[in-house]
């Protein structure tokens, strides 16, 4: 009994410790730092982007469902993290990993992110982030500023304004589209006379209330799932979000947009937001923002802008006029944790109007008064970190400048890219980068002319066996780890009825050269050569074969 009761008091004393900053230097704090930091370093300068290990094999290390009974040492876990996890993540920052929207951080996010640990501020109060409140309002007022640029007697009066805001931070471009989408709604249909306002009383009894027959979202068929997620939880249903054609430059297709909403309001469908993209997550394509602004606003819905990925263009003098019309938003959408180039876990949603988001304030006694400057009244998140504080780090160490350079270069990259593409004889552009974003497939001599002589039927034929062709070489792409481009299936104008596979490459890590686009390439060639890749091919040009024949009788 005295040995069990020893053992709890030891474990007191030693939880007490772990709460405990240590002091001296060379404790055991600095051991590990510096273990973490030489592990981490080694780790980001590998020129690699995976090992070659599967997840399936890397499954086994994490198959225990009990929590273990005794606590392990802080450096037995800081090995096994080492060990298990950190050399089996992926490489996102290597500059040949051009697959995603996930990228290279500056080097200093590292120590500055240290700050926002230690000091462990929840944003939903004043009473817990004090000046991490004001600062997060001028985040989101600088970022205002680059869209609407309104005068300075405008942010003068409404960046610090309690009763107002710019815009609501959050984790990321997922709950910035359904806050913004929450807003719509919420001012779509208002509280009127007996009527408390959707916000109380539910779709239901507005659309009722309205004498609305439905309610609807429209937005271009590449509209991001982000957005079907929204039009599900605000009670609109999947089936609510109106998915329109685009046109041979993956822009919208705004005699379809005005036909469909001629149609909804013919059946007396309130169309809720008409959402424009600025750099869809597919092809980096920008809808005619302008052209759609005038539509949205002639059936008085709500005009939001999805620039989760291309909005950070604004920066780019050269650039910024493809997204001319987003000063028209009601709402914007922001990312910070693709082209701001912070950690994981910032987005926000800006809104034009200050008052716009008094539309879904909600307020608890206990915690969040009317009228105080808690940001928590206006925000779909409860608790949250202060990420708002490495976003503003960001834009003063990279300055306006910084971000026009990167902006500019991944531009210029994904230009000569497409170039190289145009003039390879084996390759087929398959979408032409607006921005940084482009997408592309292997098409080699012997299947580009057997694709030229095939009726519909033929081409489908031969389009199934390059998807497969562009699909084997992106998984042996991925598995030697080298470097890493994605996929995604696109309906080209060559081929409408159909969808077929292609490689998408994602150009923003400044550290990324021509030299290493030249070299994936090279490596997709030969990967094409191997033999798994080069049956499917050789099965084509059997295939097409037969087609001598027939052009003489
Ligand atoms: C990435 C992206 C989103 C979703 O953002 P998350 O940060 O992944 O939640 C929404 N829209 C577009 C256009 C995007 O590129």
């Known amino acids: 009994m005295g040995k069990t009761q020893k053992t709890a008091e030891a474990s007191l004393e030693h939880l007490r410790r772990v709460f405990t900053v240590p002091e001296a230097p060379d404790s055991t704090l600095a051991r590990l ?65 051009v697959g995603h929207m996930t ?25 817990t982030s004090k000046a991490f409140t004001p600062l997060e309002r001028q985040v989101l007022g600088m970022l205002h500023h680059l869209v609407y640029a309104r005068d300075d007697a405008f942010y003068a009066q409404y ?6 805001a710019l815009g609501a931070f959050c984790s990321g471009g997922t709950v910035a589209n359904l806050t913004a989408l929450w807003v719509a709604r919420n001012n779509a249909l208002p509280a009127d006379g007996d009527f408390e306002g959707v916000a109380r009383e539910g779709l239901h009894r ?18 991001h799932y982000s957005l079907n997620k929204a039009a599900d939880v605000l009670g609109l249903g999947r089936k609510s979000l109106h998915a329109i054609e685009v046109d041979a430059h993956n822009r919208v297709d705004l005699a379809r947009l005005e ?48 620039a989760a990925w291309g909005g950070p263009t604004l920066f780019s003098r050269r650039s910024r006029r493809l997204l001319a019309g987003i000063e028209r938003a009601d709402s914007v959408t922001l990312d910070a944790h693709k082209q701001l180039y ?74 000569w890219f497409a170039a190289e593409l145009r003039r390879a004889p084996d390759f087929e552009l398959t979408s032409e980068p607006e921005l940084n974003i482009l997408t592309y ?35 042996l792409q ?30 923003a890590n400044p550290l990324t050269g021509r030299r290493v686009l030249a070299d994936i390439l090279h490596e997709q060639r030969a990967l094409a050569a191997t033999p798994p890749v080069a049956a499917l091919l050789a099965e084509l040009d059997a295939s097409s074969a037969p087609a001598a024949p027939r052009r003489d009788p």
């Open 33 to 97: 730092d510096a273990e973490i930091s030489q592990n981490l370093h080694g780790f980001l300068n590998e020129r690699i982007v995976a090992t070659r290990r599967s997840l399936a094999d890397i499954e086994q290390d994490f198959r225990d469902a009990r929590i273990p009974e005794q606590p392990v040492f802080v450096s037995e876990q800081a090995d096994f993290l080492l060990e298990k996890v950190v050399a089996e993540s992926v490489h996102t920052a290597s500059p040949a990993f």
């Open 103 to 127: 990228s290279a951080l500056p080097y200093f996010m590292l120590p500055l992110a240290r700050i926002m640990i230690a000091l462990n501020q929840n944003l939903v109060k004043t009473e």
């Open 159 to 164: 960046l610090q304004d309690s009763r107002h």
């Open 206 to 223: 507005a659309l009722a209330h309205y004498g609305h027959a439905d309610a609807a979202i429209v937005v271009s068929r590449l509209g």
């Open 259 to 306: 036909r469909v909403c001629n149609e909804l309001a013919a059946r007396r469908v309130k169309i809720l937001a008409v959402v424009g993209l600025a750099g869809s997550t597919e092809t980096g394509s920008v809808d005619p923002l302008a052209a759609m602004a005038d539509i949205a606003q002639a059936h008085g819905a709500h005009f939001h802008v999805d």
């Open 342 to 415: 912070v950690p994981m876990g910032a987005g926000m949603a800006l809104f034009r109007d200050p008052a716009a988001m008094r539309a879904i304030e909600h307020h608890a006694r206990y915690i969040i008064r009317e009228g105080s400057r808690d940001l928590g009244s206006k925000t779909l998140e409860g608790s949250r970190p202060g990420m708002a504080m490495l976003v503003h780090s960001a834009l003063r160490i990279l300055g306006r400048r910084g971000f026009e350079l990167l902006i500019d270069t991944g531009i210029d990259n994904a230009a």
């Open 441 to 475: 497939r292997y098409v080699p001599a012997g299947a580009r002319q057997a694709l030229a002589r095939a009726d519909a039927g033929g081409a489908a034929r031969i389009n199934a066996v390059l998807n497969r062709v562009t699909c084997d070489i992106q998984r």
């Open 478 to 507: 991925r598995e030697a780890g080298k470097s890493f481009v994605s996929r995604t299936r696109l309906r080209l104008p060559a081929w409408p009825d159909e969808a077929v596979d292609v490689f998408r490459v994602v150009l």
